[in-house]
Nanobody
Framework: EVHLVESGGGLVQPGGSLRLSCAAS????????LAWFRQRTGSGREGVAI????????RAAESLRGRFWVSRDYASNTVYLDIERLKVEDSAKYFC??????????????????WGQGTQVTVSS
């Protein structure tokens, strides 16, 4: 069974930074990527960053590069999302997702169909 457990959300002031973590386990064969999505109130899920579980591929969505950074700890299968210079519009629930063949939401050429429960990020002064 796939388990994706996010942590690290909270209330942050504009301009601050935050690190989100996602501990992944039980991934089936063929689930070769993890990603971060976010969902703002009244909007659909938006792909934020993707990382491959092998090799060194990882990047944020184009509009977020320079403030959003994704990385992975290979030993613990934990994926991190570092966010800098947070803006009010970054407020959202952030979800960790794992690749699922033939099912799920597309992001950066990969389908993601396994989801964590999400962690809330609120940017406010």
């Amino acid at each position: 069974e796939v388990h994706l457990v996010e942590s690290g959300g909270g209330l942050v002031q504009p301009g601050g930074s935050l690190r989100l973590s996602c501990a992944a386990s039980g991934l089936p064969d063929g689930s070769n990527h993890l990603a971060w999505f976010r969902q703002r109130t009244g909007s659909g899920r938006e792909g934020v960053a993707i990382v491959a579980l092998t090799g060194n591929y990882g990047r944020a969505a184009e509009s977020l590069r320079g403030r959003f950074w994704v990385s992975r700890d290979y030993a613990s299968n934990t994926v991190y999302l570092d966010i800098e210079r947070l803006k009010v519009e970054d407020s959202a629930k952030y979800f960790c997702a794992a690749e699922k063949n033939n099912d799920g939401v597309w992001f950066d050429g990969v389908r993601f169909g396994y989801w964590g429960q999400g962690t809330q990020v609120t940017v406010s002064s």
